[in-house]
Structure formats: C-alpha cells, structure tokens
C-alpha cells in the first residue's frame, strides 16, 4: 500500500510556489536494506549505494539508481556469497566505482570495490587484504586516472590504525600509508584541496580519550601535517567538506560529562586549512544524537545532518533524521530544522546537494510493522520542504505498512541551547502558531523541544511558530503537523 499526501498548495501559500522536487521514498524488501552512499548526477538523478539483505541469504553490496522525482529506475547486487556491503560511490567516466568492505573473497574482511554501469550492473570488481581486518570507507577518483580510498585496519582488539591507499587505473597498488598508532584510530571522510593534497578527518584514540584529529598529506601519500584537538571526554568526525571560503568544516558526535545535555551531541567544528579551529558549536537533546553529514548549500548556509533519539515522535528509543541550517561564519542556526520520522527507526548516512538547490539525505528505515530496513532516500527542497508521508516501493517484492508520519520538531533560537519549555511562550514572550491559511493558533505547549498539541489539536498540516514580539531574537519555525 502507496500513500502520499500532496501538500503543494499548503506549501504555497506560506513559501510561494513550490518547483523544486519533493520526495520521501523507502526502497528495499524484507530484510534488513541501507543506504549509505549518494551520488548526485547532472540531470539530479541519483546513485545510491549501500547494502542489502532482503533479496538473498546473505548480504550483498545495494546499488540503486533512481530519478529526480524519486522514480526507481534500476538495481543491482554485488560482492560475493557472505557479507558485503558499500560504504561510498563516486563516478568513473561513464560508469561508477563503489566501495566498502566485503568477507566473500577471503579469510576476513577487506577493502571491497566494484564497477558498475547507469543500470548498477557489474562490470569488474575486487578486494585488497592488508592483512587484518580491512574495512573500506571513502573513495576519490584522482584528475590523473588513479584512485584513492581511504580505509581502516584493524588488528584485534587493541589497535585500529587510518590507511591511506592509492590505485592504479588498473586497480593494482601504487602506493599506501598507514598511521600505525596505539588505540582504536577511526577514519571519518577525507577532500582534496586546491593544491590537491588530502585532508582527512577522522577520531585519534589515545587511552580511551578520543579527540579530533585532522590530517593533511601530498598527493604522493607523505605527511604534511597532523593536527589533533584534546577534548575531555570522546568527538568524532565522520563527514568533512572544504568550503567556498576554503575552510574545513567537519561534523561528527560529542559525549562529554560537560555538555549541557545527558547522551551525546551533534558537533560541528571549522578549522582553517593550517589547522586553526576557528569555532565549533553544538546540538542535542537529552538522548543520543549523531551528527553524520553534511551539505553546503548555494547561499553557502550549510545544513547539519543527524540521527536522533531526542526530538521526534515519543517513541521511547526511536531515532529520527534530522537537519539544521547554519551559517558558516559563526556556525548561529539560520532557519528552522526539520525532522523526518514514523513508528521506527530512521536514520541518515549521506546528503548533498542538487542542481536546483535542494538537497537529498539517504540513510534507512526501520518500520514498526515488519522486522526489516529499508534504503530511505529523502528529497528536500531549497526552503526545508519534504512531504508528510513515505512513499514505499518494494524491490521487487513491496513492503505494506501502515501510514507513517512524521513529526515536526522545532528548535532552537541563536543561543542553540535554549529549552522551549513552557506553556505557549518564550522567555516571557507569547509565541503564535500560524496555519496556511493564515488562521493564528496559540494553545499549545512545547516541552524539550517537542511540540504538544495541548487543548487544540491542530489539523494536519503546515505552519509557522513565531514570536511577534521578539523576532529579533526568534526566528520564525516551519513545522508540520500530521495525524
């Protein structure tokens, strides 16, 4: 059972005409199906890539290739007979290279890559042992024909060390570093610079404290500098990008006894290109929250993308995908968030940015009604817009659920560590709720970030949270309401 609500004309009248595309599809069969890669191509189509285990008995590396109206137009399957999944895609000429990790082809697991065409069929693909346990993370396919991949390794249970490795065009072995530290070292993301050399970001553990750690390495895999950010307590980065102001922006998790809230928090930290930090801020609620992508957008804003068991839908446990708009400059929140749930558990691997200034996140959906996950692609336009409901394609056998909704969760003014606690207001001011119509509404209650329908529940629909006297401060909140 398909089910889409069009909220076009709602959201025309409080953001003007809605053009840009606007989806919010599951894909995948009934096993456990998850997106962790995505490629954006020129006509906005998309190549996602991640890891099935719904079509065979095993887990096999998903790639999915689908149009810019979120029409699934073709699949495939790769690796071996056990376990593969895929953890990044970039394309390569006319095809595209996947990577990840695979236990098909030997003794344990490797470095996995694979070939495909726009149909996501196989052309070539194989493994590289570096002796442990191997694991494949991000790829880059260089100006002068070779390949990168940056990878960890994994030798017991002491030591995880980055490695760095460069390919041939014909996939044999060019040359390789690996930082061989103490600890459980963890390899985030890893861009080029202008002057071509590599920054990776990734998580320095050292008796436990695991901090910061920001590399730069030449072209030909030699050390440039290492830059490592001690924090009490345990940050991550998982997604790096270098931005129009060529400055490093990354994004990753924070546990600190001294955050302002229990659990963890979304962290995101700018540095310059000589390894100043020049701010970092953060989010959370009093779960866990994961920050794990992000996007610069055409305005150059960027939007923070997370997991999050703090904010959604009152489930106890259940985790939400979840954005923030921030500027760049002092990392202040620029618009409301928004945040996309059901019955389940969702979750974002990937995101970036679309030809016609949207974005697309990409992660996986655990619904309440099948013991399953499925690839969850999520198609947000320019102004935060994203439909009420998913619509679910099964691949090729579907999925029925019952109506999934999403909750609306309504965040934070420029301070970002304000609770919205109380009855109808903010620090003393009155806050109204404001309806596509234009009908103003203000019995509800916010507690904790989440907004309670209190004694008028309101319809289904689009709105506004604003402050009219306070707008200095409060900027005004999309949200939707749904049923």
Same mark, same amino acid.
């Given at each position: 059972?398909?089910k889409?609500i069009?909220?076009?004309?709602a959201?025309?009248?409080?953001?003007?005409?809605?053009?840009q595309?606007?989806?919010?599809?599951?894909?995948g069969s009934?096993g456990?199906?998850?997106?962790n890669?995505?490629?954006?191509?020129?006509?906005?189509?998309?190549m996602v890539?991640g890891s099935?285990?719904?079509?065979?008995?095993?887990?096999?590396?998903y790639?999915?290739?689908?149009?810019?109206?979120?029409?699934?137009?073709?699949?495939?399957?790769?690796g071996?007979?056990?376990?593969?999944?895929?953890?990044?895609?970039?394309?390569?000429?006319?095809?595209f290279?996947?990577?990840?990790?695979?236990?098909?082809?030997?003794?344990?697991y490797?470095?996995?890559?694979?070939i495909?065409? $726009?149909?996501?069929?196989?052309?070539?693909?194989?493994?590289?042992?570096? $002796?442990?346990?191997?694991?494949?993370?991000?790829?880059?396919?260089m100006?002068?024909?070779?390949?990168?991949i940056?990878a960890?390794?994994?030798?017991?249970n002491?030591?995880?060390?980055?490695?760095?490795l460069?390919?041939?065009?014909?996939f044999?072995?060019?040359?390789?570093?690996?930082?061989?530290?103490?600890?459980?070292?963890?390899?985030?993301?890893?861009?080029?610079?202008?002057?071509?050399?590599?920054?990776? $970001?990734?998580?320095?553990?050292?008796?436990?404290?695991?901090d910061?750690w920001?590399?730069?390495?030449?072209?030909n895999g030699?050390?440039?500098?290492?830059?490592?950010?001690?924090?009490?307590?345990?940050?991550?980065?998982?997604?790096?990008?270098?931005?129009?102001?060529?400055?490093?922006?990354?994004?990753?998790?924070?546990e600190?006894?001294?955050?302002p809230?229990?659990?963890?928090?979304?962290?995101?930290?700018?540095?310059t290109?000589?390894?100043?930090?020049s701010?970092?801020?953060?989010?959370?609620?009093?779960?866990?929250?994961?920050?794990?992508?992000l996007?610069?957008?055409q305005?150059?804003d960027?939007?923070?993308?997370?997991?999050s068991?703090?904010?959604?839908?009152?489930?106890?446990?259940?985790?939400n995908?979840m954005?923030?708009?921030?500027?760049?400059?002092?990392g202040?929140?620029s618009?409301?968030?928004?945040?996309?749930?059901g019955?389940?558990?969702?979750?974002i691997?990937?995101?970036?940015?679309?030809?016609?200034?949207?974005?697309?996140?990409?992660?996986?959906?655990h619904?309440?009604?099948?013991?399953s996950?499925?690839?969850?692609?999520?198609?947000v336009t320019?102004?935060?817009?994203?439909?009420?409901t998913?619509?679910?394609?099964?691949?090729?056998?579907?999925?029925?659920?019952v109506?999934?909704?999403?909750?609306?969760?309504?965040?934070i003014?420029?301070?970002?560590?304000?609770?919205?606690?109380?009855?109808?207001?903010?620090?003393?001011?009155q806050?109204?709720?404001?309806?596509?119509?234009?009908?103003v509404?203000?019995?509800?209650?916010i507690?904790?970030h989440q907004m309670?329908?209190?004694?008028?529940?309101?319809p289904?629909?689009v709105?506004?949270l604003?402050?009219?006297?306070?707008?200095?401060?409060?900027?005004?909140?999309?949200?939707?309401?749904?049923?």
């Open positions: 059972m398909k889409l069009s909220l076009i004309s959201l025309a009248l409080i953001s003007g005409v809605l053009a595309e606007s989806f919010n599809h599951l894909f009934t456990v199906d998850e997106g890669a995505v490629l954006v191509l020129e006509n906005d189509e998309f890539a099935s285990g719904g079509f065979s008995e095993n887990q096999d590396g790639i999915l290739h689908i149009s810019a109206d979120g029409t699934l137009l073709s699949t495939g399957h790769v071996g007979a056990n376990v593969d999944y895929l953890t990044h895609i970039a394309a390569l000429g006319d095809n290279l996947v990577v990840g990790t695979s236990i098909s082809f030997g003794a344990d490797d470095i996995y890559w694979a495909v065409d $726009g149909n996501c069929q196989l052309i070539d693909q194989g493994v590289y042992d570096l $002796g442990d346990w191997d694991f494949g993370r991000k790829v880059i396919v100006d002068d024909g070779t390949i990168s940056l960890e390794t994994y030798a017991g002491t030591d995880r060390d980055i490695v760095l460069n390919l041939n065009p014909d044999s072995l060019n040359w390789s570093y690996q930082w061989e530290l103490p600890g459980k070292d963890h390899a985030g993301d890893f861009e080029l610079d202008d002057d071509g050399n590599f920054i990776i $970001g990734g998580t320095r553990d050292e008796e436990g404290a695991c910061l920001l590399l730069q390495v030449d072209p030699v050390e440039l500098n290492s830059w490592i950010y001690p924090y009490e307590g345990k940050q991550s980065i998982e997604d790096i990008l270098i931005s129009y102001s060529n400055r490093i922006i990354a994004i990753g998790t924070e600190s006894a001294d955050a809230f229990d659990g963890s928090n979304i962290l995101v930290t700018r540095y290109l000589e390894g100043v930090k701010w970092h801020t953060y989010w959370g609620g009093n779960g866990m929250d994961y920050g794990t992508a996007v610069e957008m305005d150059h960027f939007i923070v993308c997370s997991t068991n703090s904010f959604g839908n009152g489930i106890p446990f259940a985790t995908m954005t923030y708009r921030i500027t760049e400059f002092a202040f929140q618009e409301g968030n928004i945040t996309i749930g019955n389940g558990d969702e979750s691997h990937a995101a970036a940015l679309c030809a016609d200034g949207g974005y697309v996140l990409v992660g996986s959906s619904l309440d009604t099948e013991n996950r499925l690839v969850h692609v999520v198609k320019e102004d935060n817009q994203v439909p009420l998913m619509d679910v394609f099964g691949d090729p056998n579907p999925v029925e659920i109506e999934q909704t999403l909750v609306g969760v309504y965040p003014p420029a301070d970002q560590y304000l609770y919205l606690n109380g009855l109808d207001s903010w620090n003393g001011h806050l109204v709720v404001t309806d596509a119509a234009g009908a509404h203000t019995s509800f209650e507690q904790a309670k329908l209190g004694t008028e529940e309101l289904q629909g709105y506004l604003t402050c009219p006297s306070c707008s200095t401060f409060f900027n005004p909140i999309r949200f939707v309401v749904a049923h």
